[in-house]
Nanobody, 124 residues
Framework: QVQLGEAGGGLGQAGGSLTLSCAAS????????MGWYRQAPGKQRELVAV???????NYADSVKGRFTISRDNAKNTTYLHMHSLKPADTAFYYC??????????????????WGQGTQVTVSS
């Protein structure tokens, strides 16, 4: 299976910046997309940003212009650079990845994995 390890959460101030990272490990053949989701207390998990292996990105309207997602394909790692933080950004942030793993020298199968999550708290 594929494991996702997140880092970089914590306490930030309104108007400040934080960067999250997520590294995928395992017998990965290819990752087609990596992304970040968040869930605030009492709310549903929502997409924050996603990046494909070709570099195409998509952002939630609430973070456009403030957050940037990037990816290092060689390291199977994605980063979420968060700027101009708002208290409304406070949530548990989860990394997600989807792609293919090797199951034999001649075969792959698809996977989708979630990280354990990391808390981001923005104070006003």
């Amino acid at each position: 299976q594929v494991q996702l390890g997140e880092a970089g959460g914590g306490l930030g101030q309104a108007g400040g910046s934080l960067t999250l990272s997520c590294a995928a490990s395992g017998d990965i053949f290819s990752i087609k997309a990596m992304g970040w989701y968040r869930q605030a207390p009492g709310k549903q998990r929502e997409l924050v940003a996603v990046i494909t292996n070709s570099g195409s990105t998509n952002y939630a309207d609430s973070v456009k212009g403030r957050f940037t997602i990037s990816r290092d394909n060689a390291k199977n790692t994605t980063y979420l650079h968060m700027h101009s933080l708002k208290p409304a950004d406070t949530a548990f942030y989860y990394c997600h990845a989807a792609g293919w793993v090797r199951i034999a020298s001649w075969a792959t199968r698809s996977f989708t994995s979630w990280g354990q999550g990391t808390q981001v708290t923005v104070s006003s």
